[in-house]
């Protein structure tokens, strides 16, 4: 905990994985409910089939879920989705002629049956 998972359309080709992991969390290190940087895990998947509305030609998307154990302030959760928001609109590539959507979720994972061992 926490993990970031950040989804993207494979139409979004020059989608920087390698920076914008190293950005988001080197931000979300920073947030004091991350209490140790390593153990946030962040990893990207480009996805090859999405249909975006009934009309997806020119259209992508970048989504952002950030895996939190339950418990967190409203607030808190705010901050940390506007974190990884920033970073995302820095980097996200823009196409000309392509409307691109940027969406970010907090998610909460169920503190009492979550299991975590570092081997």
């Known amino acids: 905990m926490p993990h970031?998972?950040?989804d993207y359309s494979a139409n979004l080709t020059d989608f920087p994985q390698a920076q914008i992991l190293k950005d988001v969390n080197a931000a979300l290190?920073?947030?004091?409910?991350?209490?140790?940087?390593a153990d946030l895990k962040s990893r990207t998947n480009?996805?090859?089939h999405f249909e975006i509305?009934?009309?997806p030609a020119?259209?992508?998307f970048v989504h952002a879920q950030l895996r939190l154990l339950s418990g967190r302030s409203p607030e808190a959760k705010?901050?940390?989705?506007?974190?990884v928001a920033v970073v995302l609109r820095k980097h996200t590539p823009r196409p000309?002629?392509?409307?691109v959507q940027l969406s970010v979720e907090i998610v909460d994972m169920d503190r009492p049956s979550y299991v975590k061992e570092r081997l």
């Open 78 to 83: 705010k901050e940390l989705a506007e974190q």
């Open 46 to 48: 480009r996805i090859e």
């Open 29 to 37: 290190c920073t947030h004091p409910e991350v209490k140790e940087e």
């Open 4 to 6: 970031l998972v950040i």
């Open 53 to 55: 509305g009934n009309q």
């Open 96 to 99: 000309e002629g392509m409307m």
């Open 58 to 60: 020119n259209r992508g």
